[in-house]
């Protein structure tokens, strides 16, 4: 029988994700639009975008936030090309996106004294075997797999080399543990339901330290200068953008932060996406054909929970168009590089009760397929 009732929200994408409950494009505060992002208003909101973002995410003293061109992509880069050479390099991947930086690393920045360890989708590296005298870099949350890092204890206190993590479906649904990581990226398109196209670049006093005794040797576009003579160029981290930043972009996303202070702050986004997981972790406990892609449970993903399925790839492909067609769930399908499946996106803007509504549809549209 098909169900009778539909998620009030089908937005389960893990990419740009769904917005906030409750959002509206008109409670924007656009009084910045058509105006100067380098005027008083203009460089107010960033700085806002900035300092918020901090004192949400309750990062330690010293800490640097920027907005940064290209999104995470963008954030990432920058930090690769602007601080690794110095030191041997361990990078890590176990999904597209790692993979992705291992390629950067190897190829286009072609350093030599790279040890790479990389595992296939539903696993991670073993990471006991990273050695922290070398810079490190890895991603936080496997978007394409739905693995992540358990936490960080993994990671040396008293290191030599830097950390380098890209965390963008990571940050505002996970704890991170600031004191080891010494840059961070991510994208408001993540857990905040933000837009695309701005990175978040968070920077340790480490890093800095690293950015303002080493040039490496290789050309630098513009948009990724960070130092000037030597020196960090601090106005970076305060809102002033290296070049012309979508403003409305930055209104959409202090919306998305004052969404998360009203509700509770980080811990409070962080339980949303917990019970999120939670919900689809009761649905698999019971459901025989349809499992976890990641094989342990404290590396499963609360945010892009990636799921196989019993059946052939051309089915998971019509159960997909059904719900798609139902208007139920739209996005839902694995990422192109991985195993056939459901990838669900479980960060805080989803409702529980959307993914509570939406289980009895997958099944549904499991027996339509398997049955035909
Ligand atoms: C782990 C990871 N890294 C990088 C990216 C690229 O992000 P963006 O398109 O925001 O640059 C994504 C996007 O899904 C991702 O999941």
């Known amino acids: 029988m098909q169900p009778s009732v539909k998620p009030a929200n089908p937005n389960f994408s893990s990419g740009p994700c769904s917005k906030r409950p409750g959002y509206s494009v008109n409670q924007l505060v656009i009084d910045t639009l058509g105006r100067s992002h380098r005027s008083a208003l203009g460089k107010k909101a960033l700085e806002a975008a900035c300092v918020e973002t901090a004192e949400l995410l309750g990062l330690p003293a010293g800490y640097r936030v920027g907005v940064v061109p290209g999104s995470d992509t ?61 810079d490190v870099v890895f991603t936080w949350n496997g978007t394409t797999s739905g693995v992540k890092v358990p936490n960080g204890d993994w990671i040396a206190a008293d290191r030599q080399g830097l950390t380098i993590c890209d965390a963008t479906s990571a940050v505002f649904a996970m704890d991170m543990p600031w004191e080891k990581l010494d840059v961070v990226t991510f994208s408001w398109q993540k857990v905040l339901g933000g837009e695309g196209a701005h990175g978040m670049l968070i ?89 976890f892609l990641a094989k342990n449970q404290a590396e499963r993903s609360n945010t892009s929970v990636c799921l196989t399925l019993d059946v052939t790839e051309a089915q998971v492909k019509s159960i997909i168009k059904l719900l798609e067609q139902e208007k139920v769930a739209f996005d839902v399908g694995a990422y192109r590089d991985a195993p056939p499946g459901l990838r669900i996106w479980c960060g805080a803007t989803v409702e529980s009760a959307d993914l509570t509504a939406l289980l009895p549809w997958i099944e549904w549209a499991y027996q339509q397929v398997t049955a035909a």
């Open 74 to 134: 963008g954030a990432v880069e920058m930090a690769l090309w602007s601080l690794l050479g110095p030191r041997p390099v361990d990078v890590m991947a176990w999904e597209s996106f790692g993979s992705g930086w291992v390629s950067d690393i190897l190829q286009e920045l072609k350093l030599k004294d790279v040890r790479k360890f990389v595992a296939d989708y539903g696993t991670l590296p073993d990471l006991s075997a990273v050695n922290f005298h070398h």
């Open 203 to 291: 920077l340790s006093p480490r890093a800095v330290e690293r950015l303002e005794s080493y040039t490496p040797p290789w050309p630098m576009p513009k948009l990724f200068r960070m130092t000037k003579g030597g020196k960090l160029v601090e106005g970076i981290f305060k809102g002033d953008t290296i070049n012309t930043p979508s403003m409305l972009c930055v209104a959409d996303y202090l919306d998305a932060l004052a969404w998360v202070r009203s509700i509770g702050g980080l811990s409070a986004a962080i339980a949303r996406s917990n019970a999120n997981l939670a919900v689809l972790e009761d649905f698999v406990a019971k459901t025989p054909w349809i499992h």
